[in-house]
């Protein structure tokens, strides 16, 4: 089982990314998934995350700018960001919780990363 990132890059403010992120292998289910990014220096944070139902959350600090969405048929999840600030620069991860087989617990998968940078 894997995550696999695409659509990082550079933007300048107040411009638009975005993100999506494939599970592929031996999935049986897929529960919630989500974007954390981490900034150099920093500790990685929570963005945004969506239940398999559709039910989402987000940090404060991307409430009415970033939309998290999911396509259960792809297993994919993706990020639009909009309105981009410097402070958005970052390594962006996606994240999954899954299991490959009935028996088997839930735990948490996590993409490569990819970059975003904000900057003009």
């Known amino acids: 089982v894997q995550l696999q990132a695409f659509g990082g890059g550079l933007v300048q403010p107040g411009g638009s990314l975005r993100l999506s992120c494939a599970a592929s292998?031996?999935?049986?289910?897929?529960?919630?998934m989500g974007w954390y990014r981490q900034a150099p220096g920093r500790q990685r944070e929570l963005v945004a995350d969506?239940?398999?139902?559709?039910?989402?959350n987000y940090a404060d600090s991307v409430k009415g700018r970033f939309t998290i969405s999911r396509d259960n048929a792809k297993n994919t999840v993706y990020l639009q960001m909009n309105s981009l600030k410097p402070e958005d620069t970052a390594v962006y991860y996606c994240?999954?919780?899954?299991?490959?087989?009935?028996?088997?617990?839930?735990?948490?998968?996590w993409g490569q990363g990819t970059q975003v940078t904000v900057s003009s």
């Open positions: 994240n999954a919780r899954m299991t490959p087989r009935a028996t088997m617990p839930y735990r948490d998968y």
């Open positions: 292998g031996n999935i049986f289910s897929i529960n919630a």
């Open positions: 969506i239940t398999g139902g559709g039910s989402t």
